[in-house]
């Protein structure tokens, strides 16, 4: 059964191994150059000041290739749930094979269950592997772009770590769930996309800031740590917006509150007159807000908590495998004919 | 001989039609049965079940003694030829017979690769450039080299053209020979299976309408021509499987043990095919149906 299978699936498995030997020789030959760079930089560039303008710089320049890799990593699961997941049954429906394959002395429990382990577990070593080269080549630039883009935060944390190959096994599981039900390739294909992408979508939105309690704080600001201070224009009152006390974290709410805690959106305080003049300078500003009473109350996730994130979610997407997974076995049992 | 398959109220239903109803029937082995009906009577639903392809709804069944598709053991003792006889495109000849070498422990290697010289099929070809009738004798040769008790076939050759058809036929019997398979294959052609069955099994709109030897069904049918009359007034034990009348004459085919006398009757013998048509052409009857069985 893994002969077969292996031979039906070894035309896709060279498609893919290309793909991703492609992927590895151009991180291969571009990585080592770009680690060089930052290295050098940062250790040339002296004073804290210069190092921040440097890592400024070097990621303004990496940024298109750190956002093509990035979506590489992030494209790569949905692509295997289409190519690989998908057709895995659906194949076999349409031109009738699965009632030869089922006409051998082979249970269609086992049958399935080679078919699914096979191409399942090269889904994830696929995964794994680029998001393990994609990881080790945007080190440099994920390091430059430190606060700007944390990886706690939904897209890269996406593209890191382990978290790309539950995705994978996920998608290709789902890409076999919806072929079994559809049992078209093309309407199959489409029908895994759509719902891989409400997925993906859904989950940083919806499940993963929950998946562990965050840290809630309210501070007071300072010209430290103040980071945003906007108006919609001149005339209209500030709002504002703080750092968090970890400057790598996953902020999910940055929100003013005043003297008895109430949320509220704007401080009165206007651009152009009184202590937040331009002329004034940030620290009678920032006093001013203080004598007033507002403080700023940030939820967050501190970016020591990346690898808890990723296992929980990680083994989330396992249990989501696994649920789809027991579901093709008993509907290959009970339903398929 | 143990019994090939063993039905008892057979059904299978699909949403609110049913393609198989209270199917019963008892066929002996060591036969070439061929089961025959009209496109959608329910042929493919009986043979998917036999395979152990599909579950049926209601009802018992047990092919070669036991209940089909259950553990790899069985679904060794049973091959399935299934309708439009698949074969995997992209797979060459050759990786056909590594595949049934790799997927049956009772696969006889030599057997498989003497047909494919036979009917000169070549190995490294690709079995999606194989002809209609090349595809089929492939799909045969899978399901003849596993050496199965019994060998099930979903119309075979209802896409061949004639030649492929018989030399088909011609390869399933020298296998059902040399083997001592027993094979239930289907058709809705009489005339695929009029030189080849020796145990023939009508269905028609679902149900069995009859089973049982080829000899002993063309011993008991007769064609009965004579002056018009009630077929309702017939001795008890002739049952009159269809009639047809003019003014004057009636025709009736009908079926019984003995033999008959009534000197106002012609008696004539039917051909299977006749046989066949008339039993696909019983009107629908209303009350619960007999399922007819010839005793041996």
């Known amino acids: 059964m893994i002969w077969l299978t292996w031979r039906q699936f070894r035309v896709q498995a060279a498609a893919g191994s290309a793909a991703l030997a492609a992927l590895a020789a151009v991180l291969a030959v571009t990585g080592p150059g770009l680690a060089d760079d930052y290295a050098s930089g940062i250790a040339a560039c002296g004073t804290d000041e210069a190092c921040e303008m440097f890592a400024r710089h ?23 749930g289409l190519f690989w997941g998908a057709p895995l049954i659906t194949r076999e429906l349409e031109a009738g094979t699965h009632r030869l394959a ?161 949320t509220v959106k704007t401080v009165p305080l206007y651009p152009g007159t009184g202590p937040c003049a331009r002329d004034k300078g940030p620290e009678t500003c920032v006093a001013e807000i203080g004598r007033l009473g507002y403080r700023q109350r940030l939820v967050y996730h501190p970016s020591s908590r990346f690898w808890a994130f990723q296992w929980l979610e990680t083994g989330l997407y396992g249990v989501l495998t696994a649920g789809l997974g027991g579901f093709c076995f008993w509907w290959i049992r009970r339903r398929l004919s | 001989m143990t019994a090939i398959m063993q039905a008892r109220g057979l059904g299978k ?26 496109n959608g009577a329910g042929k493919t639903t009986l043979l998917s079940i036999a395979a152990g392809h599909i579950a049926p709804t209601t009802g018992e069944i047990e092919v070669v003694g036991a209940r089909p598709g259950g553990d790899p053991g069985h679904l060794a003792r049973v091959g399935f030829v299934a309708q439009e006889t698949p074969v995997y495109a992209g797979l060459t000849v050759a990786e056909h017979l590594e595949l049934g070498a790799r997927l049956n422990p009772g696969w006889d290697g030599a057997l498989a690769r003497d047909r494919i010289a036979r009917l000169g099929l070549e ?148 051909s299977l095919e006749d046989l066949v048509l008339a039993y696909m052409s019983e009107p629908a009857e209303t009350g619960p149906r007999r399922v007819l069985e010839v005793q041996r």
């Not at chain 1, 070097?58 to 295997?80: E, I, K, M, N």
């Not at chain 1, 994978?168 to 309407?187: D, I, Q, Y």
């Not at chain 1, 980071?227 to 209209?236: H, N, S």
């Open chain 2, 123 to 270: 190995p490294s070809r690709r079995a999606g450039r194989l002809s209609g009738g090349q595809r089929a004798q492939l799909a045969l040769t899978l399901g003849i080299a596993k050496r199965p008790e019994l060998l099930i076939l979903d119309e075979p050759v209802a896409a061949l053209d004639p030649l492929a058809r018989r030399d088909f036929m011609r390869g399933l019997m020298e296998a059902a020979a040399e083997q001592e398979l027993s094979v239930l294959l289907s058709s809705h052609l009489v005339s695929d299976l009029e030189r080849t069955c020796d145990y023939l099994v009508v269905l028609t709109a679902s149900r069995i309408r009859v089973a049982g030897e080829v000899e002993e069904l063309l011993a008991t049918h007769h064609r009965l021509t004579g002056p018009r009359r009630d077929p309702a007034r017939l001795p008890a034990g002739q049952h009159v499987v269809s009639a047809s009348h003019t003014d004057r004459q009636s025709t009736l085919i009908v079926r019984t043990e003995d033999p008959i006398h009534d000197p106002a009757w012609t008696v004539s013998a039917l």
């Open chain 1, 58 to 80: 070097f990621f303004d320049q990496h940024r298109t290739s750190f956002q093509a890799v990035l979506a590489v990593v992030l494209l790569l699961p949905a692509l295997v």
């Open chain 1, 102 to 262: 089922w006409s051998q002395s082979v249970t269609r429990t086992r049958w399935l269950a080679v078919k699914l382990g096979v191409t399942g577990l090269a889904s994830m070593l696929v995964a794994g592997l680029a998001s393990l080269a994609v990881t080790w080549w945007a080190s440099p630039v994920d390091r430059a772009a430190g606060s700007e883009f944390p990886r706690m935060t939904p897209l890269l944390f996406d593209a890191r770590g382990i978290v790309p190959i539950g995705y994978a096994a996920f998608a290709f599981v789902l890409g076999v769930t919806v072929g079994m039900l559809v049992r078209r390739t093309l309407p199959a294909m489409a029908v895994t996309v759509a719902v891989f992408t409400a997925v993906q979508i859904g989950m940083p939105l919806l499940v993963r800031p929950y998946l562990l309690p965050p840290t809630r704080t309210t501070v007071t600001v300072t010209a430290g740590n103040l980071d945003a201070l906007m108006a919609d224009g001149p005339g209209r009152p500030f709002q504002m917006r703080v750092e968090a006390p970890d400057p790598n974290a996953w902020i999910l709410s940055n929100e003013t509150v005043d003297r008895s805690g109430r």
């Open chain 2, 13 to 38: 239903r699909y949403g609110r039609r049913w393609a198989l109803t209270d199917c019963t029937l008892d066929i002996p082995a060591g036969h070439v049965v061929g089961l025959v009906g009209p």
